[in-house]
């Protein structure tokens, strides 16, 4: 039988990131990796939850292993609602307002939801692949939208929204993460997030708000700086999502959206067929931590940790690649972002690093929809050691400036 003539079109069009191709590349043991982007697993509660965990195994006994209903327990929703309220300046009813399987089930839903093939999805130079694939998935056109020093270009963002109009194309969704962006570090100024909102109201366009990272602020950022897009005024057209696992443990996959109800109940149709619910027991066990009022404490610690191995990051660039290079200060969250001279291509000099230094990154590109970017990278600080940043930013300066020469 020729299988590959019962692949749907959808399924056609799929593709592994080049970044997940390099997996078994960067993460070898002996490598010194600034590739893994996700958090450090000594931030992860895990005695705190280890506790939660015997106590609703104790108190619930099999109910705790049950089917949960699809748009999530009713308890945790209204506690992310009264979080996002009180910290974050988002108010939402209950109605717009759904659990879901991690960001990333988010996205994919969101994706069925709202994209046909051939609209139009605007994102950010450089962006989130994880986001991009997704779209890409429902055949959506790709647009990336150039970078200032406080945010998306908004002039470029209007031109090529009425570009992909009169080209035929329907301008859909713009799809943003404006605190501490994956993968460049990047953040927002105040005026570009409320210019967004009128940009999209305008043209008739939706935003995607991707706050994962948000809770992860240093000392001395205002959070009141870092509000949300969907927190300002006339932001009815903005869908947000965030999420737990990079304040709590990413294996819980627990993360919420809120929007428009008509879009909510939707995305709730589509649960229903995608996994039918939520993890029950990892819902139980967020709601106890909540109830507990033990989160914020541990925000506290997870953004210390973090801060101090970006310091140090930024600290070894100045020794090693003040010549070489130029990069950004994140003001929080994983990530920072690396520009080369634009003859050095970073994906090349990532197999010489692993090859012959033992130390990985990853390079710029695969983040640019247009193809551009091989002269930079993203370094991820979580996961390294504070002395294998010093020693793994050494080696990796002296390959640019064989590179360079």
């Not at 130079?125 to 998935?137: D, K, V």
């Not at 570009?192 to 950022?221: C, H, P, Q, W």
Request: include cysteine; hydrophobic fraction near 40%; aromatic fraction near 8%.
């Amino acid at each position: 039988m020729p299988f590959d003539e019962m692949i749907s079109e959808d399924a056609k069009v799929m593709k592994s990131s080049l970044i997940r191709q390099l997996t078994g590349l960067v993460n070898q043991p002996d490598v010194i990796s600034f590739a893994t982007g996700s958090p450090n697993a000594e931030m992860f509660p895990h005695e705190q939850l280890a506790e939660i965990f015997n106590d609703l195994v104790e108190a619930e006994k099999g109910k705790l292993f049950q089917y949960s209903v699809t748009r999530g327990n009713a308890e945790l929703i209204e506690a992310v609602r009264e979080r996002n309220a009180r910290v974050h300046g988002i108010e939402a009813a209950t109605e717009e307002t759904i659990l879901v399987s991690g960001s990333q089930q988010g996205l994919d839903f969101i994706a069925r939801v709202l994209l046909d093939p051939g609209d139009t999805v605007f994102v950010e130079l450089p962006n989130y692949i994880g986001a991009t694939a997704s779209f890409e998935n429902y055949r959506a056109r790709m647009v990336g939208v150039n970078k200032t020093p406080d945010g998306m270009d908004l002039d470029d963002l209007r031109a090529k929204i009425r570009q992909a109009r009169s080209e035929g194309s329907t301008p859909k969704l713009i799809y943003v993460i404006p605190n501490f962006q994956n993968p460049s570090g990047h953040t927002w100024d105040l005026p570009t997030r409320e210019g967004l909102i009128k940009v999209a109201r305008e043209e008739n366009v939706l935003i995607i708000e991707d706050d994962a990272y948000g809770e992860i602020y240093f000392s001395g950022d205002d959070p009141e700086i870092l509000k949300p897009i969907k927190s300002h005024d006339g932001a009815e057209n903005v869908i947000y999502m965030s999420t737990f696992s990079k304040v709590l443990a990413p294996g819980l996959r627990v993360a919420w959206i809120v929007g428009p109800q008509e879009i909510v109940r939707r995305i709730e149709l589509t649960k229903e067929t995608g996994d039918l619910c939520t993890s029950t027991v990892s819902q139980k066990l967020i709601l106890e931590y909540l109830k507990r009022d033990w989160l914020d404490a541990h925000l506290a610690e997870v953004r210390g940790f973090y801060e101090t191995k970006c310091i140090l990051m930024q600290a070894a660039l100045e020794n090693h690649m003040a010549k070489l290079a130029k990069w950004n200060r994140p003001q929080g969250g994983l990530f920072l972002w690396v520009e080369l001279l634009e003859q050095i291509d970073t994906l090349p000099l990532l197999r010489q690093a692993v090859e012959e230094e033992r130390v990985a990154f990853i390079p710029g590109q695969p983040f640019f929809v247009d193809g551009s970017g091989s002269n930079t990278l993203r370094l991820s600080f979580s996961n390294v050691s504070d002395d294998n940043i010093e020693l793994g930013l050494e080696k990796i300066s002296g390959l640019i400036a064989q590179a360079a020469r």
